[in-house]
């Protein structure tokens, strides 16, 4: 990857809908070598996927919660298991396993505090090896961004 790589790269993760004809002006390059390398990086894995980014409060999802998550068994079977059930539940958006007091920190959205019980009493407390759920609100986003600061 060189420089005009990471370049397209950066402009890309602003706005994936350029046009190969505005990133080929953005680089000073013609439309065919800015198509080739973004081909490449695709190919590569440097660009694993493009999405749209939805406003959470558009489509009535107000309530955004971290759930730290603890596990009562560690073995191998265990996480396993807790992995596949936790990534089938639709209201987690993201799942990291963590180290530290938690060994999961889920991010969950919902439309608001009486659903979210409800996926914690019906969803989540109803997964076999929980141990320990702590829940973080919140209450203001200060910053969002899903650029890497390559």
């Known amino acids: 990857m060189d420089k005009i790589d990471r370049e397209l790269l950066r402009a890309l993760q602003v706005n994936a809908k ?42 009535d999802l107000a309530l955004q919660v971290f759930c730290s998550v603890s596990l009562k068994d560690h073995q191998r079977e265990f996480i396993e ?12 958006i993201e799942c990291y396993h963590i180290g530290g007091r938690f060994d999961y920190l889920l991010k969950v959205i919902v439309k608001d505090m009486e659903t979210y019980r409800s996926f914690v009493s019906l969803k989540l407390a109803e997964l076999d090896n929980i141990g320990n759920v702590q829940s973080s609100f919140v209450m203001s986003e200060i910053k969002r961004s899903a650029a890497l600061p390559f």
Not at 26 to 43: A, D, F, N, Q, S
Not at 81 to 92: H, I, N, P, Y
């Open 81 to 92: 298991k807790f992995e596949r059930e936790v990534v089938a539940l639709e209201e987690v």
């Open 18 to 59: 350029l046009t190969n004809k505005e990133l080929a002006g953005m680089l000073g390059l013609t439309i065919t070598p800015v198509h080739e390398r973004i081909k490449k990086l695709e190919r590569e894995g440097f660009i694993s996927h493009y999405s749209a980014i939805v406003n959470p409060q558009k489509v």
